[in-house]
């Protein structure tokens, strides 16, 4: 007879170990990747020129303003072409030049900054679904297990437990495509806060 039953320590083994959740250790225990959780970025921390305030950020309504900080603020912008689109922004900007550079980055900022915290709550979903589905076969083969030691298996109980085999394999597979596509999705955040910084340097460059 074939042996279809896993080994219940070696899996549960496989499931902690190839868990970033384990690895990562910070502070949210659930969090599921090597890189700390940053819910939100701090302006601060990249920008040294003007800080535009809230008030500030509602009372501007400009256009072009808008448009270059929206291509900024997305990754298939090139650096190259954030650096010819602030040129051009920069250019334009006869009066209050620093002023418009502040506001452009603290709106392309902002969308960096939403999208990434849009994502980081995407990635804690995700998170929990791997781990009910690592719950789901610990159990599926706890009963795997006892199906096995059962002697002289009728034929119903033999095909039972041939699909309860093949259910663990394939929800086992889909558990490790899962991981391997949540070790790319977690370097997404760092990518943006890279962005954020690489746009501060590439404006403060440009201010007088």
């Known amino acids: 007879m074939r042996r279809f039953f896993f080994d219940f320590a070696a899996l549960s083994l496989l499931l902690v170990v190839s868990s970033p959740a384990e690895a990562a250790n910070f502070d949210d225990p659930t969090w599921p990747c090597i890189q700390r ?31 270059v900080a929206a291509a900024l603020a997305v990754r298939r912008t090139s650096l190259e072409e954030a650096e010819t689109l602030v040129a051009g922004f920069a250019a ?11 506001h452009l980055f603290t709106n392309a900022f902002d969308r960096i900054n939403n999208e990434r915290a849009q994502l980081i709550g995407g990635i804690s979903r995700y998170a929990e679904r791997q781990s009910g589905l690592a719950q789901r076969i610990d159990e599926l083969n706890e009963k795997l297990v006892v199906m096995e030691a059962k002697e002289d298996k009728t ?15 394939w929800d086992t597979r889909i558990f490790d495509e899962r991981q391997q596509s949540l070790t790319y999705v977690c370097e997404t ?3 943006l806060e890279k962005r954020a ?5 590439i404006i403060m460059n440009h201010m007088e």
């Not at 819910?39 to 448009?67: A, F």
């Not at 034929?155 to 394999?169: H, R």
Request: aromatic letters at 6%.
């Open 37 to 67: 959780k940053v819910p939100n970025l701090s302006i601060g921390q990249m920008w040294s020129g003007p800080i535009i305030s809230e008030e500030d950020k509602g009372s501007v309504n400009d256009d072009p303003l808008e448009t």
């Open 197 to 201: 910084f690489a746009l501060a340097r």
């Open 92 to 102: 334009a900007s006869t009066e209050n030049r620093n002023e418009r550079l502040a």
């Open 155 to 169: 034929n119903d109980e033999f095909d039972a437990f041939e699909e309860l085999a093949d259910k663990i394999d």
């Open 189 to 191: 955040p760092v990518i």
